[in-house]
Nanobody
């Protein structure tokens, strides 16, 4: 189990930007696939973006061209830059860490709230 701590959630107006960060307490951070997921009230948790240890990236169609995921292995952090935010981006955002070969769901952070509203 990897300890993950998210930060950066806030209240922002539509069209605004936020940057989420997730710090991981694990030595072999560089081999982990790191992901950002979100869960809105009454909805299932969904993948937002994911980056492998080798740097391969996947985005949900709903956030392509607006969100950017990046990792800083030396700092053991993964970031999510969110631009052009929409009300439908409102959710609790969770960081996930999954080791290669892990057949389970990996480790989760406690979540950080993002609210987009005018």
């Amino acid at each position: 189990q990897v300890q993950l701590v998210e930060s950066g959630g806030d209240f922002v107006q539509p069209g605004g930007s936020l940057r989420l960060s997730c710090a991981a307490a694990v030595r072999s951070f560089n081999i982990y696939t790191m992901g950002w997921y979100r869960q809105a009230p009454g909805k299932q948790r969904e993948l937002v973006a994911r980056i492998t240890g080798g740097g391969s990236i996947n985005y949900a169609d709903s956030v392509k061209d607006r969100f950017t995921i990046s990792r800083e292995n030396a700092k053991r952090t993964v970031n999510l830059q969110m631009n052009s935010l929409k009300p439908e981006d409102t959710a609790v955002y969770y960081c996930n860490a999954k080791r290669p070969g892990d057949l389970g769901f990996g480790s989760w952070g406690q979540g950080t709230q993002v609210t987009v509203s005018s």
